[in-house]
């Protein structure tokens, strides 16, 4: 067993973004097993779930005559538009049933302002509102941090450089992520983390 200053993140591992889901992921159900296993080693274990309102500005469906997967500005940035997933109290917007999550002592759920995205764990799409999580592992005196989940490329990759900024010893199982790689982003967020100190296992 890990030492409690050591914590595992789960990003995500929605039925949306499995095989399946509104927004899947190849291979997002292979890693929930590993995951379920991984997770015997922590004592302190934190979930996030993507938690949208229907009216998310995030969705194409919002935006008349968008394409998903095209790109649109907010007042924050550049903003990819999604299919509608993980709507609040949704079936898709539920853990993966293989994934036992009872070993986790809170689940922080993001995405649920209207008019911003989150990727992060830590902030929002605006890069300002934080979520909260930082504050709770600080009370818990955690220095380190195990990232694994869906996806690599999207909501991993960017919590795992935010736990970086925030001075977090940071490390992704890629072999227990999967990425969307959505033109190229795959290859550029790996590259990205792996700059950032970010260790890759996996």
Known sequence: MRD???ALI??????DFCPGGALAVAGGDQIVPGINVLATEFQTIALTQDWHPANHLSFAANHAGAAEYSETRMPYGPQTLWPVHCVQ?????????????RPAQVILRKGFRPEIDSYSAFF???????????????ARDVTGLTLAGL??????AFSALDARALG????????LSRGIDLGGSLASMTERMRAAGVRLEG
């Not at 929002?124 to 600080?138: C, M, Q, S």
């Open 151 to 156: 996806a690599t490329d999207f909501c991993v």
């Open 89 to 101: 109290g949704t079936p898709g917007a539920g853990f993966h049933e293989g994934f036992d999550t």
């Open 4 to 6: 409690a200053t050591e």
């Open 10 to 15: 789960v990003i995500d591992l929605q039925k």
């Open 124 to 138: 929002e799409n605006d890069r300002v509102t934080g979520t909260g999580l930082e504050g709770w592992l600080r």
């Open 168 to 175: 977090f010893d940071v490390t992704v199982r890629l072999d």
